[in-house]
């Protein structure tokens, strides 16, 4: 045995050299195709879906062929702008309009102290868990009539059932995000000196934002479809109002399509809140402070 053979230090190791030619080629990514740029934006894809089911729509009605069963897509399209011309349509819009935001506004406001005092005692916390327990799963179509009784036919009653039908998502899910903040966020806030209204617009609000906002949607989504149904019930005893009254008085005129086109114009509203309204709030808040992807 030699000394190399005893000593492993001393092992003498072949060297390998590389040269520039035999480092291998980057991978190069694809350019991508303008089918493929196209797809990625969210709004092309749901336009799509969107003439997707209005294509549905249009080849079952003219196979079913009965326009008081189920009028085409493209009848509604027409009566929906005979109705915009005739300036009924636009006058309901804005009626409902205008009294959905009443109601929205006001519910927020109660829903604002009602969360305030819940955070701020132990008491307004058990106030606050057990009037939503209460009152939350109450439709809040069922409080008309005695709304009715309260505050006569007009716009106090319907602004009344609006109320309850925010407050309480509102207040559930704003309450529920306070409690989410992280404990590190808060002692942050205390540590910097924040108390009362500085405390909770900088540290509780930002860090609960993304709660607060489910609940604005589910606020918006309850009232604006509470609103159509106290205005239905309305249209009985009714000869104004908004689109809800101009469904029901188009239906009992046997005008599917202007009824088809009402309810048209209650999918366009929220298909543009949602994607206009909260998308864009949801972009420039929660997405860009990292809190969703």
Known sequence: MTDSDQNPATIQRKEI????????????????????????IPA???????????????????????????????????????????????????????????????????????????????????????????????????????????????????????IHAVLWAVALNTHAGFKSVSPTLKMVGRNYGLTGLRYVTRILIPGAFPSILTGLKVGWAFAWRTLIAAELVFGATSSSGGLGWYIFERKNQLLIPDVFAGLLTVIVFGLLVENLLFRTLEKYTVRRWGMAS
Not at 69 to 74: G, Y
Not at 99 to 115: D, N, P, Q, R, S
């Open 17 to 40: 050299i590389y040269t520039l030619d035999d480092i291998p080629a980057p991978v190069r990514q694809r350019p991508r195709s303008s089918w493929q740029r196209i797809s990625d």
């Open 44 to 162: 092309f894809r749901k336009s799509l879906l969107l003439a997707l089911l209005a294509g549905i729509w249009e080849a079952y009605a003219r196979y079913l062929g009965n326009e008081l069963v189920l009028p085409t897509f493209s009848g509604t399209v027409l009566a929906l702008f005979s109705a915009i011309a005739s300036g009924e349509l636009p006058r309901a819009t804005v009626y409902t309009l205008a009294l959905l935001l009443k109601g929205y506004v006001a519910g927020l406001a109660i829903a604002a102290g009602l969360t305030a005092f819940a955070s701020a005692t132990r008491l307004g916390a058990d106030l606050l868990e057990t009037l939503t327990a209460m009152f939350n799963p109450l439709p809040s179509i069922a409080l008309l009539p005695l709304a009715l009784i309260w505050f006569g036919l007009g716009e106090g009653s319907v602004i009344f059932v609006l």
